[in-house]
């Protein structure tokens, strides 16, 4: 299984984008999906997550403000981002979990401007 981010880009302070992870195979198959984020020097940070289909968590930082969905028919998953911070500046990669499998997309960056 491939997973294609997209959907990044460079907005300003209090913009919105939506990021979208596409499957090659199944998104189905994939109980728990995710989306992580990995700024410059820092380590790379869970965003926000789908747990066995249906358990949502977000980052302390980013609740409020992003929401996670996922789209099985479509094996899509989304990360709808508002209110953006130059602190949500980063690489963001989309990830797929089955058992000990995981699986990462190739990342998109998103650039906030103040």
């Known amino acids: 299984v491939q997973l294609q981010a997209s959907g990044g880009g460079m907005v300003q302070a209090g913009g919105s984008l939506t990021l979208s992870c596409t499957a090659s195979g199944s998104m189905h198959s994939f109980p728990t999906v995710a989306w992580y984020r990995q700024a410059p020097g820092k380590q790379r940070e869970l965003v926000a997550s789908?747990?066995?289909?249906?358990?949502?968590n977000y980052g302390d930082s980013v609740k409020g403000r992003f929401i996670i969905s996922r789209d099985d028919a479509k094996n899509t998953l989304e990360l709808q981002m508002s209110s953006l911070t130059p602190e949500d500046t980063a690489i963001y990669y989309c990830?797929?979990?089955?058992?000990?499998?995981?699986?990462w997309g190739q990342g998109t960056q998103v650039t906030v401007s103040s």
């Open positions: 990830n797929a979990q089955r058992g000990i499998l995981q699986y």
């Open positions: 789908i747990i066995s289909g249906k358990i949502i």
